[in-house]
């Protein structure tokens, strides 16, 4: 069989954003904030959790410590009595911790809003700060890839499948193909749509408005 042109990838890829973007719309943040000091701190607690799991626990997270300075006193025991309920707990509020230390002393107590910045805070990789960027500030440097992304763009073989332990490969292989004009959109309304259809264990690719151009469709 012959390999794909990056033609191919790219019209499959515009096709899924413009049927997605028809089915959705613009899609909200799934995790509850307020200011971008709250989002940043919401994304770094949900790794490896639900996003319906760190809503439940950051309104007392931020009851207790509602900004950068407050947070910053707080030490990372009583943080974690807080989020316990989540994966990783005590590391994540170590890093939370730390995160808004940094924001104090080097930031001047406001969340910096470059890629490069960004990601010197404690717990905050190139996913989390897609997200603040785009959502806190409307910056589209890339695609936040998280397992629903990541799924969704394997399934639909638009990066290949060694990079799919990979997530940072993945988004390369993204932004590669897809135009910049699609990339703000991307991580909200594939997650919207993954939880609905394409999920990890039982998809539903009877419901799947995507079946027809889908290579990973069942008989294909």
Known sequence: MP?????????????????????????????DHVSPFRLVISVLLSAQTTDA??????????????TP???????????????????????????A?????????????????TMAELTKLPGVGRKTANIVLNVSFGI??????????????HRMKLSPKTHEAEPLKTEQDLLKILPHEYWRDVNHQWIQFCREICSAKAPKCGEC???DICPSAPGK
């Open 97 to 113: 911790v730390e995160a808004a230390q940094m924001i104090m002393s080097d930031f001047g107590g406001e969340v910096p809003h």
């Open 140 to 153: 589209v440097e890339g695609i936040a890839v998280d397992t629903h992304v990541n799924r969704l763009a």
């Open 69 to 95: 300075a407050a947070l910053a006193a707080a030490t990372p025991e009583q943080v974690a009595e807080v989020i316990h309920s989540l994966g990783f707990y005590k590391s994540k509020a170590r890093h």
């Open 209 to 211: 408005p995507l079946v």
């Open 3 to 31: 390999r794909e042109t990056n033609a191919a990838k790219r019209a499959r890829a515009i096709e899924v954003c413009e049927r997605l973007n028809r089915r959705y719309g613009p899609v909200e943040c799934f995790l």
């Open 53 to 66: 799991q760190v809503n439940r626990v950051t309104p007392e997270l931020f009851r207790r410590w509602p």
